[in-house]
């Protein structure tokens, strides 16, 4: 399973990429709000951080809510740094978020349709020739329905299907998820900074580290 990082925050991305685990980056409207940036432009600094990675999701904005809108806004997004072919245009879940994603894939624009919340939604965004799918897993464990489920059924049907569409297991709160969606089969988990330090972390390698410090003091000073 690929690590994308989810986040707006430049460094943020930087310090995950140095560490070299990266595959990509997912942006949303509420993150890029949060860094109080332009939007066109910061997806341009995030591009040129992560010169490596296979993608970075830049939505179409709240304002967008016809097909012909969200496709005017992707037209003007895919120009960034100079056409990057990382930029994954990031639509909703609606018909005309599908609408819009069949036309950019037949242009072949990267999509990822975000917002995914069942197994049908999923099959309707694959069909309309999604490269990715987003599933929330967060947001559906919080209103106690089973995320991670819901991505082991969708990597089951795109497997039956093989279908090439992959799965970005979105909404990840912690290192919890990160290992059952990697085990229920998603390609891709998109997680911030803050998980992808958790899970570098174990009280034991801490301790370990601890001891061979003081044992090779030990040695020095004998
Ligand atoms: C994914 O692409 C979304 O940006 C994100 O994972 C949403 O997560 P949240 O439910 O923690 O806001």
């Known amino acids: 399973m ?39 432009d910061r997806i341009e600094e ?62 072949g624009v990267k999509t990822n349709v975000t917002l995914i919340f069942t197994v049908n939604q999923a099959l309707l965004a694959a069909r309309a020739g999604a490269t990715y ?18 991505v082991s059924k969708i990597a089951d049907l795109f497997r039956i299907h093989n279908f090439d569409t992959q799965i970005i297991a979105a909404s990840v709160r912690h290192p919890d998820h990160v290992t059952r969606v990697a085990m229920a089969g998603a390609h891709i988990a998109t997680i911030p900074f803050s998980v992808i330090e958790q899970i570098s972390k174990h009280p034991l390698t801490n301790q370990g580290i601890e001891k061979f410090a003081a044992d090779w003091e030990n040695t020095l000073k004998n």
């Open 2 to 40: 690929k690590l994308f990082i989810d986040t707006a925050n430049l460094v943020d991305i930087k310090k995950a990429y140095k560490i070299g685990v990266l595959s990509g980056v997912t942006t949303n409207p509420s993150l890029v709000a949060k860094e109080g940036v332009k939007f066109e």
């Open 46 to 107: 995030i591009c040129q951080a992560v010169p490596q990675v296979e993608s970075v999701s830049a939505e179409v904005t709240p304002e967008a809510i016809t097909a012909e809108e969200m496709i005017a806004q992707a037209e003007e997004l895919i120009k960034i740094n100079g056409g990057d072919e990382k930029i994954t245009i990031k639509l909703p879940m609606t018909l005309a978020g599908l609408e819009a994603c069949r036309y950019l894939a037949d242009k």
């Open 133 to 150: 799918v987003s599933p929330f897993l967060g947001r559906l464990d919080d209103i106690s329905e089973d995320g991670v489920q819901l």
